[in-house]
């Protein structure tokens, strides 16, 4: 079980260091690599369990990816694997950032580098387009009239009217409570069972 235990605590760090390190474009880049690795590849989480810790890790303050490795960390293993998962997010932007503050003249002034970052941005752009698209998906396939609702507000509200983002996510968490409170006696969503029962995801991972 210890042994176990301490084998997902590094697979968990070693992960998030690794989509860490490769990931260029912001937060939501490192949330697609997330749901492929934790989701798909090892099967730890569900996708409306991860689809949930976006939405929460975005509504969150501060950066979405150290929010984002807080939840799955917690969720995976507690508050052990809370600090795995924080400790291999920060280190590879903190070690590359160490380097690049040393030789940032170089680095601004190099018209290579800003070809590189260029071709980057690109890349990243599409890599934004298929977490939506994945995401977007989910919503659509449970046929929630007003899930979808909110989700073609939201985008027309963000996109045409460029209401600000903050004012979006608090009014579809109101809406979320609102729903909530009017079936009180259906099943609780995973965002809410973040500490669920050991037995639960503990096998699955030592399965794994």
């Known amino acids: 079980m210890k042994q176990g235990k301490t084998q997902t605590l590094f697979t968990l760090f070693l992960s998030m260091f690794y989509i860490s390190a490769f990931t260029f474009g912001g937060g939501f880049v490192i949330v697609t690599f997330m749901k492929r690795k934790f989701v798909d590849e090892l099967h730890w989480l569900d996708e409306q369990e991860m689809l949930d810790m976006t939405a929460l890790?975005?509504?969150?303050?501060?950066?979405?990816?150290?929010?984002?490795?807080?939840?799955?960390?917690?969720?995976?293993?507690?508050m052990p694997g809370m600090l795995c998962a924080v400790l291999g997010t920060i280190l590879p932007p903190m070690l590359i950032l160490s380097l690049v503050s040393v030789f940032y003249r170089l680095f601004?002034?190099?018209?290579?580098?800003?070809?590189?970052?260029?071709?980057?941005q690109s890349g990243v752009a599409a890599i934004i387009l298929d977490v939506s698209i994945s995401m977007g998906n989910s919503v659509l396939q449970k046929k929630n009239t007003v899930h979808l609702f909110i989700m073609a507000a939201a985008?027309?509200?963000?996109?045409?009217?460029?209401?600000?983002?903050?004012?979006?996510?608090?009014c579809a968490a109101l809406i979320g409570i609102f729903m909530a409170l009017l079936d009180k006696s259906g099943p609780v969503p995973p965002l809410l069972r973040l500490k669920k029962d050991p037995n639960d995801r503990e096998d699955r991972h030592e399965s794994d």
Do not use: D
Request: aromatic share 12%.
């Open 108 to 120: 601004a002034e190099n018209r290579y580098i800003a070809l590189v970052l260029k071709g980057m």
């Open 57 to 78: 890790a975005q509504s969150a303050p501060g950066a979405i990816a150290v929010n984002a490795s807080i939840l799955v960390g917690w969720k995976v293993a507690g």
């Open 155 to 170: 985008f027309a509200a963000t996109f045409f009217f460029r209401i600000n983002v903050i004012v979006i996510i608090l």
